[in-house]
Antibody, heavy 124, light 109 residues
Framework: EVQLAESGGGLVQPGGSLRLSCAAS????????MYWVRQAPGKGLESISF????????HYADSVKGRFTISRDNAKNSLFLQMNGLRVEDTAVYYCVRDLRGDCMGGSCYPGYWGQGTLVTVPS | QSALTQPPSASGSPGQSVTISCTGTSSDVGGYNYVSWYQQHPGKAPKLIIYDVTKRPSGVPDRFSGSKSDNTASLTVSGLQAEDEADYYCSSYAGGNLGVFGGGTKLTV
């Protein structure tokens, strides 16, 4: 069974940093592209970052580009999101998500398996 | 990339069918056959229920179906059941690998 467990969320002051982790089990992380998707309280979904299986390609939403960095350690079956320069508008539940089918590029990429999320709060 | 447009709410009675629309542009929905739909119950993580416009992942009931015409994609839920009450989000490829989501539709049964 595919399982994804996020950790590292919490309360952080504006301008601060957090590092989110995602422990994957039930499958070999090395075979799959991965995503971070966030959801602000009471709002919709926003895909913010993507990484291919071998870390060769990464993508970021404009809203986090230059502040967030996605990385992975396939040997430890772990995905990470380093968040710097946090803003009030970064307050959200952050989901670690595995691609539906494997390593992917372009339109065939689908966030298919989701963790339960970790809450990041940046107070005003 | 602008968000796709969904109606904020939809409703139907048990046993009925309901269709939720998702309108984009020729740069996303209309330009590719890469539309997906997600179901999210309150306090839970989203679940992928449709991909490649019409395909269902293993385990998703065939009461859920997807379609697309020009710049508008649609999700139809047939034979509505109480457990179908949830938020539904569409998503489309729009270049890059992140995709773009709709604003979500709250389905009331």
């Amino acid at each position: 069974e595919v399982q994804l467990a996020e950790s590292g969320g919490g309360l952080v002051q504006p301008g601060g940093s957090l590092r989110l982790s995602c422990a994957a089990s039930g499958f070999a992380l090395s075979g799959f592209s991965m995503y971070w998707v966030r959801q602000a309280p009471g709002k919709g979904l926003e895909s913010i970052s993507f990484i291919t299986s071998g870390s060769y390609t990464t993508h970021y939403a404009d809203s986090v580009k230059g502040r967030f960095t996605i990385s992975r350690d396939n040997a430890k079956n772990s995905l990470f999101l380093q968040m710097n320069g946090l803003r009030v508008e970064d307050t959200a539940v952050y989901y670690c998500v595995r691609d539906l089918r494997g390593d992917c590029m372009g339109g065939s990429c689908y966030p298919g398996y989701w963790g339960q999320g970790t809450l990041v709060t940046v107070p005003s | 990339q602008s968000a796709l447009t969904q109606p904020p709410s939809a409703s139907g009675s048990p046993g009925q069918s309901v269709t939720i629309s998702c309108t984009g542009t020729s740069s996303d929905v209309g330009g590719y056959n890469y539309v997906s739909w997600y179901q999210q119950h309150p306090g839970k993580a989203p679940k992928l229920i449709i991909y490649d416009v019409t395909k269902r992942p293993s385990g998703v009931p065939d009461r859920f179906s997807g379609s697309k015409s020009d710049n508008t994609a649609s999700l139809t839920v047939s034979g509505l059941q109480a457990e179908d009450e949830a938020d539904y989000y569409c998503s489309s490829y729009a270049g890059g690998n992140l995709g773009v989501f709709g604003g979500g539709t709250k389905l009331t049964v």
